[in-house]
């Protein structure tokens, strides 16, 4: 990997929010926004359709069944890696989004960023799209024909993905995937299906910006959608993941306290950084808990919707 190739993707970290960058692959690869580093690559299923993959990609790019491609600036077909066992579906792209062709970028993004590694994953291990790939006009609802032609992307996406579980993210995108007219109150903490797949609706990060108080809740969703992950990929007899770097996060947290003790305002922020941090896991981990019967993967009840 050249120098300019590791800025660009220290830089798209940065802009994400992700505090630290695995380790790449030993081969090179060039870094672009439409086709994001692969970290599972070493156990990558053998199933998975690359030509099927590239083919419904190379056609969303080019899309033109909708109103949309003529206000559109880019199609935001997704991001992370197809290789995974958890699928991340939002709405529709917004105004950076459309901007940079990146899925979920912004301080929504960067919350996103922080949700998914308080369950063990980075943004390159999951895969993260929506439900529209092109934005609507002044970030409106997605209209009954434009999901009616982009649906079908997002069904041959879950299919060549084949993943563990469905983590949705805010009312519409919750309601369109299943086709109901419910509150995310009434239809957040539940395991629905998809596709076939499970699926967990979760609020939208930009909605914990607004109220904090939604915090409480999506965290138990999310610890939801990742139990029944772990359940799903068992029972695949397929390695869990992710697998973190200690090491090279021990290295980099070793050089950042020896940089610290030559620059004692820049130390101070950091011991009250890591106490505000510790704290907070300690709150995550003792006072908010799932759902009694959500307590552990063996005891996952799936509820079809036609049951709600």
Request: net charge neutral; with cysteine; charged share 25%.
């Amino acid at each position: 990997m050249t120098g300019s190739d590791a800025a660009r993707r220290l830089a798209r970290a940065k802009m994400l929010g992700e505090r630290f960058v695995l380790r790449l692959p030993v081969e090179e690869r060039a870094v672009t926004m439409d086709e994001p580093f692969d970290l599972n690559d070493s156990s990558k299923p053998a199933e998975f359709d690359e030509a099927a993959w590239t083919t419904v990609r190379d056609e969303a790019l080019g899309c033109t069944k909708c109103d949309l491609c003529r206000t559109r600036t880019q199609v935001v077909w997704g991001s992370g890696t197809p290789r995974t066992g958890i699928m991340v579906v939002g709405e529709a792209p917004g105004y950076h989004e459309d901007q940079q062709g990146e899925a979920f970028v912004g301080r929504a993004g960067q919350l996103l960023t922080k949700i998914l590694a308080a369950i063990g994953f980075g943004r390159d291990e999951v895969f993260i799209t929506n439900v529209l790939k092109c934005r609507p006009p002044d970030n409106a609802d997605p209209l009954p024909h434009q999901v009616e032609s982009c649906e079908p992307y997002l069904k041959r996406q879950i299919a060549i993905i084949d993943p563990a579980v469905i983590l949705t993210l805010g009312r519409h995108a919750a309601r369109t995937l299943l086709g109901v007219d419910s509150t995310m109150g009434a239809m957040r903490g539940r395991v629905f299906r998809y596709e076939e797949v499970p699926l967990v609706a979760t609020y939208h990060p930009a909605a914990l910006l607004r109220n904090p108080k939604l915090k409480r809740p999506t965290w138990e969703d999310v610890q939801l959608a990742r139990e029944i992950y772990d359940e799903e990929m068992e029972r695949r007899g397929k390695k869990i993941y992710p697998n973190v770097d200690f090491f090279s996060a021990s290295v980099y947290t070793t050089l950042g306290i020896a940089m610290d003790l030559f620059t004692p305002i820049f130390a101070m922020s950091r011991v009250t950084g890591w106490t505000a941090h510790l704290f907070e896991q300690y709150a995550n981990n003792r006072l908010i808990r799932p759902k009694a019967e959500y307590t552990g993967p063996r005891g996952l009840k799936v509820e079809p919707l036609e049951n709600r």
